[in-house]
């Protein structure tokens, strides 16, 4: 039988730069240095799909007597870059051709977003290296107490004798960390349901009360509570600026508001398959409603992505209620 005869160097390369998951791993490795797993946990796909695409590429390399990859070792792992001036000739032309082709969609705004955590956990973990090695207390004191509580730690810097309404509370979860340190939850929700989920979740808790209620017609009075937070919520309200109006309405002069949700994004499927009626919010966007609400000092932060996450961007947005002859109180 025979031989197939083996393509040209330039369809080779047209080849290797036609599977959209290996142009991920490219331009990925064109912005840093990467090993197998963090390639994985960015793209989140599994380890070995990576290694069968770098595969490819290193077999393009190869055959054509130029790598398209750079590869080194670093104690157990294997790094890869990109490095354009290292590119042959047609290998780079090719490359900035299909490059500028793709552009920044969403794609690659959300692999940016989880790169930056990745990169973000390793040097987390290097801290912790040189941490063990110098004492190995980081280690120890994880063993001794568990991980998780410095977090809870933190909660007891609210003021003890406050009132917190938890808006949109769902199952419970933002309620069960709120009522360890404060004198009271009202844990607010329009579902029966998920009312019923947050009663059983906090059976033990004496602290919290079930309110069934409309977020943007809240069955409070005004300033009756000293904290209003709402997390992930505002995107399945028609008037989300109502709703915030309401959390400032129900706080007390100074109080702060804090809400927790998306940042604008591209992801209209989720209108259709988890009933989203907003697409994220932009920060223009919430500090007009805040300010709008009569909440002073606003303040938007883009959480840190976790490089597991699936989902856009979350920001929290906090304001204070200003008094009615101007300024805050606290």
């Not at 917190?164 to 933002?174: I, R, S």
């Not at 404060?182 to 004496?206: F, I, N, P, W, Y």
């Amino acid at each position: 039988m025979k031989r197939a005869a083996t393509p040209p160097p330039v369809v080779q390369r047209l080849v290797a730069l036609s599977d959209p998951t290996r142009l991920r791993i490219l331009r990925l490795a064109e912005a840093e240095e990467l090993s197998v797993g963090e390639i994985a946990r960015v793209l989140q796909i599994p380890q070995s799909t990576v290694s069968r695409h770098l595969k490819v590429l290193g077999d393009l390399g190869a055959a054509t007597g130029s790598e398209i990859l750079a590869r080194r070792s670093e104690g157990t792992a294997t790094l890869y870059r990109l490095v354009l001036d290292d590119l042959d000739r047609e290998t780079r032309a090719l490359w900035l051709t299909v490059r500028e082709q793709l552009g920044a969609g969403e794609a690659w705004v959300e692999d940016r977003r989880r790169l930056s955590a990745v990169l973000a956990e390793r040097r987390t973990d290097t801290q912790s290296f040189f941490g063990r090695v110098a004492g190995e207390w980081d280690a120890v004191r994880d063993q001794l107490f568990g991980g998780a509580f410095t977090f809870h730690a933190l909660l007891s810097l609210v003021p003890p004798h406050w009132t917190v309404a938890d808006l949109g509370c769902g199952t419970g979860n933002v309620s069960e960390l709120l009522s360890p340190v404060v004198a009271r939850v009202l844990a607010v929700d329009q579902s029966e349901a998920m009312l019923g989920a947050a009663k059983k979740r906090l059976a033990g808790a004496t602290n919290v009360e079930f309110v069934r209620g409309d977020l943007t017609a809240l069955p409070m009075p005004d300033g009756s509570v000293d904290a209003a937070i709402c997390v992930l919520v505002l995107h399945h309200l028609p008037d989300p600026a109502a709703a915030v109006r309401e959390m400032a309405r129900i706080v007390r002069p100074g109080g702060p508001v804090l809400v927790v949700d998306m940042v604008a994004h591209e992801r209209a499927a989720y209108r259709q398959t988890m009933g989203h009626r907003w697409q994220g919010f932009d920060v223009p966007t919430v500090v007009r409603m805040m300010t709008a609400a009569g909440l002073g000092e606003p303040r938007l932060v883009v959480l840190p992505a976790s490089g597991e996450a699936k989902g856009p961007g979350l920001f929290a947005a906090t304001g204070f209620k200003t008094n009615p002859g101007g300024g805050n109180s606290r």
